[in-house]
């Protein structure tokens, strides 16, 4: 079975600084890669995706991930971010052989304040 | 306007009654899913279908069950056989088979069970 580890449960910065987040997936075969963003009273949104290709994805409001296949991971990253990035973030995955209509399997979330 | 439409936003059972959720969604998606959300656990599958009258059992399947008659609609009817119903439950659809398109969720039901 698929499992996701996201690093950081509650992550507080100040605006402008830097963020990564980190996530690393356990499944030897191929698979799809997400981000999803819950802002505060909204729906759960896509931030970006990796299926193929090059393995530096960017995403909405500047978010970008980087997939790193040697090392299972996938982390999320901006170079500044705003107070409006306050969120719950999660990373997901399914597996391609499935035809990439199988359930996602979602790490436990990363709560991200950003001070003002 | 195309999306996912889930109801009712809250929802307040007994212990020991069976209860419905609603899901539907006009993005002529295949494949539905039901997620179950709790505080620090992230989402975690429940069930989910990618044709009509087919689905499949996620990681959590006991104590709930899904029909899928129409391509539109994916209701989930949580059991008094589930031993800790009170969470937040959200619906998505995707293309489905070999589409590689990610999930779009619903809003989401909040479950309180009294």
């Known amino acids: 079975a698929q499992s996701v580890s996201q690093h950081n449960h509650h992550v507080i910065l100040s605006e402008a600084a830097s963020l990564e987040l980190g996530c690393n997936y356990s499944?030897?075969?191929?698979?799809?890669l997400f981000w999803y963003v819950q802002y505060p009273g909204q729906h759960l949104q896509l931030l970006l995706k990796?299926?193929?290709?090059?393995?530096l994805v960017k995403g909405i409001k500047g978010f970008e991930a980087e997939f790193i296949k040697s090392k299972f991971s996938f982390n999320l990253r901006k170079p500044s971010v705003q107070w409006s990035d306050t969120a719950e973030y999660f990373c997901?995955?399914?597996?391609?052989?499935?035809?990439?209509?199988?359930?996602?399997?979602f790490g436990k979330g990363t709560h991200l304040i950003i001070q003002p | 306007d195309g999306g996912i439409t889930q109801s009712p936003k809250y929802l307040f059972r007994k212990e020991g009654q069976n209860v419905t959720l609603s899901c539907e969604q006009n993005?002529?998606?295949?494949?539905m899913y039901w997620y179950r959300q709790d505080p620090g656990q992230g989402l975690r599958l429940i069930y989910y279908?990618?044709?009509?009258?087919?689905?499949q059992k996620g990681d959590i399947a006991e104590g709930y069950s899904v029909s899928r008659e129409k391509k539109e609609s994916f209701p989930l009817t949580v059991t008094s056989a589930q031993k800790n119903p009170t969470a937040f439950y959200l619906c998505?659809?995707?293309?489905?088979?070999?589409?590689?398109?990610?999930?779009?969720f619903g809003p989401g039901t909040r479950l309180t069970v009294l």
């Open positions: 499944y030897g075969g191929t698979v799809n």
């Open positions: 990796y299926f193929s290709g090059d393995p």
């Open positions: 998505a659809s995707s293309g489905g088979l070999k589409s590689y398109n990610e999930q779009f």
């Open positions: 997901a995955v399914n597996d391609r052989s499935g035809g990439g209509a199988d359930g996602l399997t």
């Open positions: 993005l002529n998606h295949d494949a």
């Open positions: 279908s990618q044709i009509v009258n087919d689905f």
